[in-house]
């Protein structure tokens, strides 16, 4: 089990600047660093300053700075003179998905033919009906997150 408490969180650490980090990028909501694990020269990693632990514990105003300053640092890679024939720009939420420092946090790194990174799945095409019933699971999870309506006007 993963320790998810802000003052155990590595990245927490990183921002409040009582660890060492090669920070690229850095504004009063996110902090952009070099990632020590990286996938390939140039891996950055946009954090938010606010600890989160997943997509379900950000708020969306900084979850869309985070996407915003990783497309910001995405183009700075293909301009930067690193390796960079492609981009990734990936997020791992949740242990199955291969989180492993539990704050939210956004790769962004440069991609060449020969790297190392792959990811492997069964790449099968699925059936449409299929298709429109997992459509129709996540419209009831996008009505589920929805603001509440307003009440109607009932004066004449």
């Known amino acids: 089990m993963n320790d998810q ?5 590595v990245f927490c650490a990183i921002v409040a600047g009582e660890a060492e980090a090669s920070v690229a990028y850095a504004d009063d909501r996110v902090v952009a660093f070099m990632d020590l694990g990286a996938v390939t020269p140039g891996h950055v990693l946009v954090v938010p300053r606010l600890h989160a632990v997943g997509l379900e514990d950000l708020d969306e ?7 915003r300053i990783g497309h910001r640092v995405g183009r700075a890679l293909r301009r930067s003179g690193l390796r960079c024939e492609g981009v990734n720009v990936f997020l791992a939420d949740g242990e199955a998905a291969f989180q492993e420092i539990f704050h939210f946090h956004l790769h962004v790194f440069p991609r060449f033919r020969g790297d190392s990174f792959r990811i492997d799945a069964d790449w099968a095409t699925r059936a449409r009906p299929l298709l429109d019933e997992e459509a129709s699971a996540v419209r009831q999870g996008l009505d589920a997150d929805a603001p509440p309506a307003a009440p109607a006007n009932t004066e004449n």
Do not use: G, L, N
């Open 5 to 9: 408490r802000p003052e155990k969180c």
């Open 61 to 67: 105003e900084t979850s869309t700075h985070v996407w």
